[in-house]
């Protein structure tokens, strides 16, 4: 099993930042790609990004330029840079990672085998 805990979730206002961490331990080889998504209430978990095996990265429009994702693989740990923050973007954000290989399907929350807890990030106006 692999177990994922994310960090790096809070209170800020508009045009700011924030960095989102999330470690990964347990039986880690193989995880193939890592993600975030986030979901609102009443509403679908919705992808953000991922990063795959090697390395390449996927975004959704929504954040694309505002949002970067890496991985150290060293640490089992991947991590999302937001910036330029809206209102919109307040969400509870949930890592995820996959034992898959896979591509033009990365946004797919059912392409993931785990899941973190969740991290909420609220952008104030």
């Known amino acids: 099993q692999v177990q994922l805990v994310e960090s790096g979730g809070g209170l800020v206002q508009a045009g700011g930042s924030l960095r989102l961490s999330c470690a990964a331990s347990g039986r880690t080889f193989p995880i193939t790609s890592m993600g975030w998504f986030r979901q609102t209430p009443g509403k679908e978990r919705e992808f953000v990004a991922t990063?795959?095996?090697?390395?390449?990265?996927y975004y959704a429009d929504s954040v694309r330029g505002r949002v970067t994702i890496s991985r150290d693989n060293a640490k089992n740990t991947v991590y999302l840079q937001m910036s330029s923050l809206k209102p919109e973007d307040t969400a509870v954000y949930y890592c995820?990672?996959?034992?898959?290989?896979?591509?033009?399907?990365?946004?797919?929350?059912?392409?993931?085998?785990?899941w973190g807890q969740g991290t909420q990030v609220t952008v104030s106006s």
């Open positions: 990063i795959n095996w090697s390395g390449a990265t």
């Open positions: 995820a990672a996959s034992r898959r290989f896979f591509s033009g399907n990365y946004y797919r929350a059912d392409m993931y085998d785990y």
